[in-house]
């Protein structure tokens, strides 16, 4: 167990629909990362949480969105879904803001399938 | 653009044997370099890590070096087991805070 939760582990909806993935990171770190895992691409990233604001967004698409709430978990929002949108979701934590001091813990994911 | 590349995208050893994976990277400003292991269905997991400062680290079983000179990084896997195979992909940063970019993996098979 990474301290990183991920919730749901497996989702399947219909296209169209809008879904929420939540995200607990370790206790004692206040960033949240968020990435993206396709069958035939690598980890994308997506966005940043740090203590609550955004701090650094990749290639998010609009029809997604994330937030990070006060007790710092963080909800990642994927709505007018597509086909295209079924991959791994992970969440990621770290104690700062700055990846290259501290590193990632990972979560075991959220697997969206979209029908 | 920067981006962090695997030389192979899958490598096949027997068991009891050293693996070597390969990464090379092309931001010559990357200081932090870490090395992830994914299970199938399982999110990455930290390897080991290694800064600029240093050519070499070692942890149970698994070494990393860092070329800077050519901008190559490797992970070694003494004694490689079953629970081995996996998705390796290496990752790389600068410790001013840019982008941890990750490469594109290889996958580790480990035969009996």
């Known amino acids: 167990d990474s301290g990183v939760t991920q919730t749901p582990k497996h989702l399947i909806t219909a296209t169209g629909q809008r879904v929420t993935l939540r995200c607990s990171p370790r206790s004692g770190d206040l960033s949240v990362y968020w990435y993206q895992q396709s069958l035939d691409q690598g980890l994308q990233f997506l966005i940043q949480y740090y203590n609550g604001e955004e701090r650094a967004k990749g290639n998010i698409l609009e029809r997604f969105s994330a937030q990070q709430f006060p007790d710092l978990h963080s909800e990642l929002n994927l709505s007018s879904l597509e086909l295209g949108d079924s991959a791994l979701y992970f969440c990621?934590?770290?104690?700062?803001?700055?990846?290259?001091?501290?590193?990632?813990?990972f979560g075991s994911g959220t697997r969206l399938t979209v029908v | 653009g920067e981006s962090v590349g695997l030389h192979l995208p899958t490598l096949s050893v027997q068991e009891g044997d050293n693996s070597i994976i390969n990464c090379a990277y092309s931001n010559s400003a990357s200081d932090y370099f870490i090395w992830y292991k994914q299970e199938s269905g399982k999110g990455p997991q930290f390897i080991i890590d290694?800064?600029?400062?240093?050519d070499k680290r070692q942890g149970q079983r698994v070494t990393v070096l860092l070329n800077k000179t050519v901008k190559h990084l490797s992970l070694q896997i003494a004694a490689t087991q079953p629970g081995d195979s996996a998705v390796y992909f290496c990752?790389?940063?600068?410790?001013?805070?840019?982008?941890?970019?990750f490469g594109e993996g290889t996958q580790l098979t480990v035969n009996p």
């Open positions: 990621a934590s770290s104690v700062g803001w700055e990846e290259g001091r501290y590193g990632y813990t």
């Open positions: 990752a790389e940063c600068t410790t001013s805070g840019s982008r941890l970019t």
């Open positions: 290694i800064r600029s400062n240093m």
